[in-house]
């Protein structure tokens, strides 16, 4: 019996390369499905939003479980139509052409109807031949608000020192006024938020296993780069990069930026605002009454604002 050659070396360098083809098409099967839930798990929380708001309005619409409110109604169609919502905008269409709890207004039946016809609403389609077609201009909640004004620091007036009482703080505010500036945050409202936290206690852990003068909870750690989150100085500039995150993505809202240090960035946009914690709520006011000022200065190019900042400008305008 003739013995098996070994393999040639051109043999072997393909035998190499087809396992490292396999090998990478193993590895993008199991990734592709991750990848995909977390576009699903988007897609869903987008379109839950979409129909809380659009069950809201028809409630406020007809009067089912809460008074009868033409107004509140629009308002909510409104934002679900700013989502995409052919329902929604339908909805506002026909509020509009029959003058359900509002006058009638075959211009802006017309403007939503067209809306969701685009978007293949076949009912849509027939109301847009009725009313016929007509300019409007789109409602202010289709619309971005607009952006506060970015306030430069150097426009401000000077804060008044921060005036220590304790050796404690005597050091932490020693840091802060160093790092502060580089950070473009405002030494007082450092100081106000490490009163609040830790009330300058270096070694401060919370039942939660937030550390330091800032407490950082271990995942803010990792995310700004601190090693040692009882070190006081790697704890401020921890501390100091996330409030900068913060206020961009918040637009120097100081309530919004506090209540996301306390609660987290993701449960203010799921209220759209303050969350109804009382925690938090006691939290804020201690913020706003240490710094004494409802808005503070951003950096807008470290972050985008928050998607869902016009929300939040949408329910607080008058």
């Known amino acids: 019996m003739t013995p098996a050659l070994p393999p040639s070396g051109g043999e072997k360098r393909r035998s190499l390369g087809a396992a ?25 929380d987008l379109s839950g939003r979409i129909a809380a708001l659009r069950t809201e309005a028809r409630a406020y619409e007809h009067g089912e479980g809460v008074p009868r409110d033409a107004q509140h109604a629009i308002a909510l ?19 509009y052409a029959n003058g359900r709890g509002i006058p009638r207004d075959n211009r802006m039946a017309s403007l939503f109807f067209g809306l969701a016809a685009t978007q293949g609403h076949e009912y849509a389609k027939k109301m847009l031949d009725f009313v016929g077609p007509a300019a409007a201009d789109p409602p202010v909640c289709l619309k971005d608000p607009p952006a506060p004004p970015v306030e430069d620091v150097a426009t401000w007036e000077p804060e ?13 505010a020693e840091v802060v006024g160093k790092l502060a500036p580089e950070y473009k945050v405002s030494p007082n409202f450092a100081l106000a938020i490490i009163r609040a936290e ?25 995310r700004f780069n601190v090693k040692k989150p009882f070190d006081p100085v790697q704890n401020i500039r921890g501390g100091l990069a996330y409030l900068r995150w913060l206020l961009a993505y918040f637009r120097g809202d100081v309530a ?12 203010v ?10 925690e ?7 913020i706003k009454r240490y710094y004494g000022r409802d808005r503070h200065p951003y950096d807008a190019t470290v972050t985008q604002p928050s998607p869902e900042l016009w929300r939040f400008r949408m329910a ?3």
Do not use: H
Not at 269 to 278: L, T
């Open 256 to 267: 919004l930026v506090a209540a996301a240090y306390n609660a987290g960035e993701g449960a």
């Open 198 to 222: 830790s009330n300058f206690d270096p070694n401060a852990r919370s039942p939660k296993n937030a550390q330091g003068l800032m407490q950082l909870i271990p995942e803010t750690s990792a």
């Open 20 to 44: 490292i083809v396999l090998l990478f098409a193993l590895c993008a099967c199991v990734a592709w499905p991750a990848m995909a839930d977390v576009a699903s798990a988007a897609e869903d």
């Open 280 to 286: 938090t709520r006691a939290y804020v006011q201690r």
């Open 316 to 318: 607080s305008s008058p």
């Open 160 to 172: 008044e020192p921060f005036v220590a009482a304790t050796p404690e703080q005597k050091k932490a």
């Open 269 to 278: 946009e799921r209220f759209g605002g303050v969350p109804p914690y009382a």
């Open 77 to 95: 169609y409104c934002q679900a139509s700013r989502l995409g919502d052919a329902e929604a905008q339908f909805s506002l269409g026909w509020m």
